[in-house]
């Protein structure tokens, strides 16, 4: 579960669409029309990247998650002002 987001300034880069799934936890409730699951942000000069993506070892062999981590690493690694 996410909750409510505490950080300004977050850029989003992926969100879940809700209407494709049912939330099967017990607690889960939904996050309606926003669910993001990737992010980055300028944090204490430097850079931050979250992603909630790559749960699997098989997900390391998609081109497209190895394209969003690296972006995400380059953008965080290259950030210190």
């Given amino acids: 579960e996410f909750t409510p987001e505490k950080t ?6 992926l969100s879940v669409d809700e209407s494709t799934y ?8 939904g996050y309606g029309t926003m669910h993001p699951i990737a992010w980055y942000h300028d944090f204490d000069g ?3 990247f979250y992603t909630a993506l ?3 070892p098989t997900h390391f062999s998609n ?3 190895l394209d ?3 972006a995400g690493i380059f953008y965080a ?3 210190k002002k």
């Fill in 54 to 56: 790559g749960h699997l």
């Fill in 77 to 79: 690694a290259t950030g």
């Fill in 8 to 13: 300004s300034g977050l850029k989003y880069v």
């Fill in 68 to 70: 969003h981590l690296y």
């Fill in 22 to 29: 049912k939330p099967s936890a017990p607690a889960s409730h």
């Fill in 63 to 65: 081109q497209a998650l």
């Fill in 46 to 48: 430097g850079r931050a």
